[in-house]
């Protein structure tokens, strides 16, 4: 499985974005999904996750009711809506694809293959 990450860079605060993440080699629509991220000189923590069908969502409390998390079986793509972006934002953001089906959890253990990063730089 690869999973391609894409749509960061640079966002005033207060500004929206969207990532997105594209899967091959394996099929998709199988497995829960997963965002993270990684801010400089702290640990990955976990953003949203998504179960196998897009039917249920769960988020960080940080992010929660600004980010949306969603995806397209067909398209075999996962994305990550960022709305009302703030400073501590500012990221590397990973998607994950989780050993699970039902329910993209926070426990990064759980994920077996991850994206090479998208950076997402919130500035004031």
């Known amino acids: 499985v690869q999973l391609q990450a894409s749509g960061g860079g640079l966002v005033q605060a207060g500004g929206s974005t969207k990532l997105s993440c594209v899967s091959s080699?394996?099929?998709?629509?199988?497995?829960?999904m997963g965002w993270f991220r990684q801010a400089p000189g702290k640990e990955r923590e976990f953003v949203a996750g998504?179960?196998?069908?897009?039917?249920?969502?769960t988020y960080a409390d940080s992010v929660k009711g600004r980010f949306t998390i969603s995806r397209d079986n067909i398209k075999d793509t996962m994305y990550l809506q960022m709305n009302s972006l703030k400073l501590e934002d500012t990221a590397v953001y990973y998607c994950?694809?989780?050993?699970?089906?039902?329910?993209?959890?926070?426990?990064?253990?759980?994920?077996?293959?991850w994206g090479q990063g998208t950076m997402v730089t919130v500035s004031s």
């Open positions: 080699g394996r099929t998709f629509s199988t497995n829960a």
């Open positions: 994950a694809r989780s050993t699970d089906y039902d329910m993209g959890r926070p426990d990064p253990s759980l994920y077996e293959y």
């Open positions: 998504i179960s196998w069908s897009g039917s249920e969502t």
